[in-house]
T-cell receptor
C-alpha cells in the first residue's frame, strides 16, 4: 500500500539557521510528490511539486526539495529560516491511477526560535 | 477568484444529529476530494469524485456519504454524527492532468458532543 512517512513530528530551529524536513514514501510507480504548508487555522498551501525531470525542485518562499529515487525520499530544505516559516508541513504522494488523490504524511510541526 | 469554498466554517453537533458540508469550486476542476485532518495523522481521504455524478471511497469512508450532482459542488454528509467524527474537514479540487496540484478550501471545524 502507498504510504508517506515524516519521521519528525516536531522540529525547532533558530531563526536564520538551515532547515531540512524529511519525507519518505512507499509507492510502486513513478511518484508525483508534493510539499504543502499549513499555518494555524488555515488551509493547505502548495510549496512545491515534483513530477519528472530535474530532481531538485524550487518552490515558493525560498524552499526547495530533492527527489532521490534510490532512497524513496523527497526532503524539503531551506537555507535560512524566518520566524514566519513556523507552521505544519505535509509531504504527500499523488496517485495518478486513483483520481490523483493524495496520500499524506502525518506532518512536521516547525517551531522557530528567535 | 474564490477558488475552493467550504461552508460552514464551524459547527457543533450532538451525537446522532445529521449535517451536510458543502464544497464549491469555481475553477472548472473535474476532480474533487474530502479529507479529514486529525492531530498526528495528517490528512486522510474520505471520499472523492472524478467527475459529475461519480463518487468513490477513500481511506476512511465509514459514516459519511457524498454526492456530486453538479460539477462545481461536492457535498459531504454525516447521517448520524459520532464523537469520533470530531475533526477538521478539508475539501480540495484538481484538474484531470496529473502534473497539477490540488487546491484546498479553508476547512470546516466540526465538533460532535
Amino acid at each position: 500500500a502507498q504510504s508517506v512517512t515524516q519521521p519528525d513530528i516536531h522540529i525547532t530551529v533558530s531563526e536564520g539557521a538551515s532547515l531540512e524536513l524529511r519525507c519518505n514514501y512507499s509507492y510502486g510507480a513513478t511518484p508525483y510528490l508534493f510539499w504543502y504548508v499549513q499555518s494555524p487555522g488555515q488551509g493547505l498551501q502548495l510549496l512545491l511539486k515534483y513530477f519528472s525531470g530535474d530532481t531538485l525542485v524550487q518552490g515558493i518562499k525560498g524552499f526547495e526539495a530533492e527527489f532521490k529515487r534510490s532512497q524513496s525520499s523527497f526532503n524539503l530544505r531551506k537555507p535560512s529560516v524566518h520566524w514566519s516559516d513556523a507552521a505544519e508541513y505535509f509531504c504527500a504522494v499523488g496517485l495518478l491511477e486513483y483520481g490523483n488523490k493524495l496520500v499524506f504524511g502525518a506532518g512536521t510541526i516547525l517551531r522557530v526560535k528567535s | 477568484n474564490a477558488g475552493v469554498t467550504q461552508t460552514p466554517k464551524f459547527r457543533v453537533l450532538k451525537t446522532g444529529q445529521s449535517m451536510t458540508l458543502l464544497c464549491a469550486q469555481d475553477m472548472n476542476h473535474e476532480y474533487m476530494y474530502w479529507y479529514r485532518q486529525d492531530p498526528g495523522m495528517g490528512l486522510r481521504l474520505i471520499h472523492y469524485s472524478v467527475g459529475e455524478g461519480t463518487t468513490a471511497k477513500g481511506e476512511v469512508p465509514d459514516g459519511y456519504n457524498v454526492s456530486r450532482l453538479k460539477k462545481q459542488n461536492f457535498l459531504l454528509g454525516l447521517e448520524s454524527a459520532a464523537p469520533s467524527q470530531t475533526s477538521v474537514y478539508f475539501c480540495a479540487s484538481s484538474y484531470v492532468s496529473p502534473n497539477t496540484e490540488a487546491f484546498f478550501g479553508q476547512g470546516t471545524r466540526l465538533t460532535v458532543v
